[in-house]
């Protein structure tokens, strides 16, 4: 029965830890499926701070308008069509505060602009769009505007434009009256274009001709459309960081980490043996599992201070892992076998992990609620990290450790340093007590 129940355990070490290269060669790999490829490390979005770019803050004129909130949401929806029409996907647009949008663009090799500071001029401030007839006076505003975007007519590039209801009945009466002239387009005071009217637009859809690119048609497509805005929005800070900076930032980061993950195993497999391959076993996971969900989960960025939040999260695996030898060590000295010590001493270890993860749990949320920007990015991959670190712990090292006492070694020596010296030591002095 004991030999069956070795090599059972044999086989399941042999196929976790097979699992686990598997892991490794998916997440760090990838792999094909006929059209479909996957790679987890390619999906990592890469914060500003990483990457470079460009973050803008932007504040409302007047906080006390009627549906302010509403109009403010409204406004972070158009800000975000204007940045994935440009190829800016994984930009983040966020509150700041009650009246304050942050805008924070990353730079990286499927973008279209790399100049950060064109990026600056091109989210710019959104401006109030206004359609003039020759004299001036005003035709409609940008709230008149339902849609502009970059089309073909005729094989050319134009900007076409579909309106509101009421802007359809103002563009119709303007261009019957307007034909063959001009109406100019003005973006905060200042033409942006002049398109004469060559027909009557009674559908609320038209066209503007004229010498267009593709991208000089996208350009005055997204102006058009940025004066839809519901709010003035003034621009209060704008600053960009260098790609290089961040590259170089990002390679010390993983060097250290490497380099530190190298030094933590060493440690623990001198230092607690058989408990410490288990705890590296578990280390392995949390690491490969860590960059699977930054990978998977929606919204997460990978910045300078989320890699903190990773590393802090290791130190909290090991801490646990530490808690529960340390129990092992003081119930196995009491005369317990190696099976009974550890189940004693992971039982007792787990109120003390859980509450410390659970405290620290609590504060990463409220960061993550209530914080901005890298902030922000700290408390999601922190809060990613301690419960990948719960399982690693709980789960994946307690599991592998029980497999490993299965295999029935003789030697509690290989579990922990002068395991039969302890035990003298605590049975003598219970018989001197005794005594």
Known sequence: MATRSKTRSIWLLVVIYALIVLLGVFVIRGF???????????GIQQGLDITGGVYTVYEAADPNVEDFEAKMEDAQLVLRERLDQRGFTEATITRQGTDRI????????SSEITDPTEISQFIGTPAQLEFRDPDGNVIMEGADIERAYRSLYNNQPVVAFSLTPDGTTKFAEATQRL????????????????????SAILNGEGIIEGSFTEDTALDLALQIESGALPLDLNEIEVRTISATLGVGALENSILAGLVGMIVLFIYMIVIY?????A???GLAVYTLLVL???ATVPGVQLTLPGIAGIVLGVGMAV?????????????????KSLRSAYEAGSKKAFVTILDSNVTTLICAVVLAIF????????????????IVSMFAALVVTNGVMRLYISLGHKNPNMYMWHAKELRAAALAARENGGA
């Open 32 to 42: 094909d499926a006929g059209i479909y490829e996957i790679r987890p490390l390619r």
């Open 102 to 109: 942050r805008v924070e663009i990353p730079i990286n090799d």
């Open 179 to 198: 034909l063959n002239q001009t109406i100019g387009i003005y973006v905060d005071g200042q033409m942006i274009s002049e398109p004469t009217v060559n």
């Open 273 to 277: 043996r058989v408990p410490g391959i």
């Open 279 to 281: 705890a590296c076993t």
């Open 292 to 294: 699977l969900c930054l």
């Open 319 to 335: 801490d646990a892992n530490v808690i529960i030898f340390a129990r092992f060590h003081e119930e196995f000295s009491r005369g």
């Open 371 to 386: 914080g901005t920007g890298q902030i922000k990015s700290f408390a999601y991959t922190l809060i990613i990290s301690i």
